[in-house]
Structures are given as structure tokens and as C-alpha cells.
């Protein structure tokens, strides 16, 4: 198949590249090189056609559509700190961009894949959280609720084509780490914490570290996205694409300091400190993977330790 990846060179959208081109198909990025990197498509760049513009640009991803069979549609504004700090772009590049990919696929009737995000659920204490679920927001004058509600907004989008007939899908991804992550960790507590642990500083904590998450090893994340692209069975509907094995950012700080071999301390920060006054977090997230096992077979595979070692081996290879 001709394929279309937006976001093809950012951390999930480069690895999707290559199960694609595994996979034989022929493969078209487009990426504004916003958080993405060429570096993470060097391997194949002989392989792929790339893109460098952006979804805001109408005409251009017009064209690109025109030319393939299917669109997987990862590139957005990434990141809590990221959407807190610029929120207008943020909410234009997550909402314009989407229409702009959703309404050039319709015009030439093209499958799309979504990527959403288990923001969406907001913070509802319903665990665990089932795709039918109802959405708890906080005040729209909380920056951080831009996010959970623009990728709604792309879902709406996904919906409606849909009613229209087009095939298209939205995948909820659950924290997904492994190689290729951000070392900067804008978006990750697993980079900021490898980082900090590697180079021997504090490990930071936002809150009291209670919280949980679900982490999902971006093997398997790719894995389910690359299924809903090939295959009807999740066409008109969303799924949760997230391991559901859940854990305290206290405990996994644990882990990375153990897997690391260093007992440097943790330093506790407000969430007023970091994002701001009226900061809102949400206290658990854990998927409800039912859906997704029936319609794809899809399940996880790789456990957090495991994950978490396979991703140090190449943070240490590349950044050392
Ligand atoms: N990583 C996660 O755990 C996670 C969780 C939930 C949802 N997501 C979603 O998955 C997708 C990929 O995220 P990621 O974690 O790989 O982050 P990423 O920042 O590495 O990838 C996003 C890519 O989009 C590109 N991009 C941004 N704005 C663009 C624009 N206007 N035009 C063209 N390209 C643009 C960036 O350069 C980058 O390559 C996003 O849609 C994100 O919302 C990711």
C-alpha cells in the first residue's frame, strides 16, 4: 500500500514508519520537524519520501492524500508542559490540523487512522476506562484541558466522517515509552527520569507521586496502530491502545533507579511550580483493553522491566 504517516519522524510516528516499510508498503512523512527529527528516520531515509511542511497547509496535504491509500495521522502538539506553555498552537495544530487530514481523506476517500490519547477520559475516577466512557473535564480556563479536548474534537471529526462512510479510527494511546523517546522528556516521566537517573541528578516527582499510569512499550503501541490501519474491523470507532498494568510514578522511579544501578534522590515539585497555578493532574488512568482484543486481537507483550531495559540499552548507545 502507498501510505501517508503525519508526525512520521517524531518518536511513535518514525517507529510506525518502519513497521510499515517492514511490511513492504511505500511510505510518504510529512513532518514540520516541530519535536520530530530527521535523525530518527537517518536509518531510512533512502526508503521513504519525506515531507517537510505542515498539516496546517491545505494544499499541500491535499496533494500528499491524493497520492496514498491509507493515512496513519500522529503529527500534533505533544506533551502536558508543552500544551500548558503554548496552548494556542497547541489547540490549532491538534484541531485545524485534523480537519485539515480528515477533510482532504474525505474528498479522496482515503482510510485514516487517528492518533488520540487517553487525555480524553480527562479525570474521571471510573478504572478501569472503557472507550464508551463518559469524558470529566476541568475549566476550560485550565490550559492542560486544551489537549484532552482538541484530540475530542479530532475524535468528533472521526465520527462524523464516519457516519459519512469513510473508513477511519481513533487509537487512545496510554503512555507509551521505549527507544526513539524524547530524551528531553517534554512528554515522558520515563525519559526525564532515565535522564536524571543516567546523569546522576534527583529524580523529580510533580505532586505527591501517587498517581498512576499505565506504560506501553512502544513496540506494542505500533503494533496496534499499524493493525487498525490494515484492517476494517475498528473502522468508525475508537480504541484504547495501553498496557494495563498499573503503577505509581513513585514505584516506577524505583524501577528506572534500580535498572539504572543509582540511588540518587527524588525531589518533589508542586504542580503550581511547574505548570502553573490552577494545574490540574489526574490521580489514576489504567485501560480498559476489552475492545481492542476483540476487534484486533490485539494485547500488549512487552512488560514494563523489560521495556525499560530495552529502552536504557539505547538511550546508552546513543547518547553515550
Ligand atoms: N507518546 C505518547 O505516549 C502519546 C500518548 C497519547 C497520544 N499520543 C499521540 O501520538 C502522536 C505521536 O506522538 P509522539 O509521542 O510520537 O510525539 P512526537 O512529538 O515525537 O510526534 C509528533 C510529530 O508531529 C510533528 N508535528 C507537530 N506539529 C506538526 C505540524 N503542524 N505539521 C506536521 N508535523 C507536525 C512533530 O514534528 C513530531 O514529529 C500524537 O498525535 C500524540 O498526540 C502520544
Redesign the pocket.
Given at each position: 500500500m502507498r501510505v501517508l504517516v503525519?508526525?512520521?519522524?517524531?518518536?511513535?510516528?518514525s517507529h510506525l514508519v518502519d513497521l510499515l516499510l517492514e511490511h513492504g508498503h511505500e511510505v510518504t512523512v510529512?513532518?514540520?520537524?516541530?519535536?520530530?527529527k530527521a535523525d530518527n528516520l537517518a536509518h531510512c531515509l533512502d526508503q521513504v519520501r519525506f515531507v517537510n511542511?505542515?498539516?496546517?497547509d491545505e494544499a499541500l496535504v491535499d496533494r500528499l492524500v491524493e497520492k496514498v491509500d491509507l493515512v496513519y495521522h500522529?503529527?500534533?502538539?505533544?506533551?502536558v508542559k508543552h500544551i500548558v506553555d503554548r496552548p494556542l498552537d497547541s489547540l490549532l495544530?491538534?484541531a485545524r490540523?485534523t480537519e485539515v487530514v480528515l477533510g482532504a481523506a474525505h474528498r479522496w476517500w482515503r482510510k485514516v487512522v487517528v492518533?488520540?490519547?487517553?487525555?480524553v477520559y480527562g479525570k474521571t475516577a471510573k478504572i478501569p476506562m472503557a472507550e464508551d466512557d463518559d469524558r470529566v473535564l476541568g475549566s476550560t480556563k485550565v490550559h492542560r484541558w486544551g489537549y484532552s479536548t482538541a484530540?475530542a474534537l479530532d475524535e468528533h471529526l472521526v465520527f462524523a466522517y464516519s457516519d459519512l462512510g469513510l473508513p477511519v479510527t481513533a487509537v487512545r494511546?496510554?503512555?507509551?515509552?521505549g527507544p526513539r523517546i524524547?530524551p528531553r522528556g517534554y512528554?515522558?516521566v520515563v525519559a526525564a527520569f532515565m535522564g536524571q537517573a543516567l546523569s546522576g541528578q534527583p529524580l523529580t516527582i510533580y505532586g505527591d507521586g501517587t498517581q498512576t499510569r499505565c506504560f506501553t512499550f512502544v513496540d506494542d503501541t505500533v503494533r496496534g496502530t499499524y493493525q487498525a490501519g490494515m484492517s476494517s474491523a475498528t473502522d468508525g470507532t475508537a480504541v484504547n491502545l495501553g498496557n494495563p498494568n498499573e503503577i505509581t510514578i513513585l514505584e516506577l522511579a524505583d524501577r528506572v533507579r534500580t535498572l539504572v544501578g543509582v540511588d540518587t534522590p527524588l525531589r518533589f515539585i508542586s504542580y503550581e511550580e511547574r505548570f502553573g497555578k490552577d494545574f490540574e493532574d489526574t490521580g489514576r488512568r489504567v485501560p480498559d483493553i476489552t475492545r481492542v482484543q476483540d476487534l484486533l486481537g490485539w494485547e500488549p507483550t512487552v512488560e514494563l522491566d523489560e521495556g525499560l531495559g530495552r529502552t536504557l540499552e539505547w538511550w546508552k548507545q546513543t547518547f553515550s
Open positions: 503525519t508526525g512520521g519522524a517524531g518518536y511513535l510516528g510529512l513532518d514540520n520537524l516541530s519535536t520530530g511542511g505542515t498539516i496546517l500522529l503529527a500534533a502538539a505533544v506533551g495544530t491538534n490540523g492518533a488520540s490519547t487517553s487525555e484530540k494511546y496510554f503512555n507509551s515509552y524524547d512528554g515522558s
